[in-house]
Nanobody, 121 residues
Framework: QVQLVEFGGGLVQAGGSLRLSCAAS????????MGWYRQAPGKPRELVAG???????NYADSVKGRFTISRDNAKNTVYLQMNSLKPEDTAVYLC???????????????WGQGTQVTVSS
């Protein structure tokens, strides 16, 4: 079993910054892709940013130039640095990870429980 736990959400004024982190623990042989998603009330879940095991990154157009995803493979942790935050960034942010729990096993996607980010105008 694998657990993902997010930290770092909160309330911030527009223009401010927050840094989210998500740590994976449990039965982990290898973590492949990791990512951050968000879901606002009444809206579908959307990809914010993703990063592969070798560091290739992709971002939603709405956050390019403002958000940066990174990861520390030694700590099984993914980060999301969010700058120049806007009220429309308000959402629950969830991390996910593609994990191979044991050598030769197939990959399974795990999700964190989510952390609330609220940006006031």
């Amino acid at each position: 079993q694998v657990q993902l736990v997010e930290f770092g959400g909160g309330l911030v004024q527009a223009g401010g910054s927050l840094r989210l982190s998500c740590a994976a623990s449990g039965s982990i042989f290898r973590i492949n892709g990791m990512g951050w998603y968000r879901q606002a009330p009444g809206k579908p879940r959307e990809l914010v940013a993703g990063i592969t095991s070798v560091g290739s990154r992709n971002y939603a157009d709405s956050v390019k130039g403002r958000f940066t995803i990174s990861r520390d493979n030694a700590k099984n942790t993914v980060y999301l640095q969010m700058n120049s935050l806007k009220p429309e960034d308000t959402a629950v942010y969830l991390c996910n990870a593609g994990v191979t729990p044991y050598a030769g096993w197939r990959e399974t996607t795990y999700w964190g429980q989510g952390t609330q980010v609220t940006v006031s105008s």
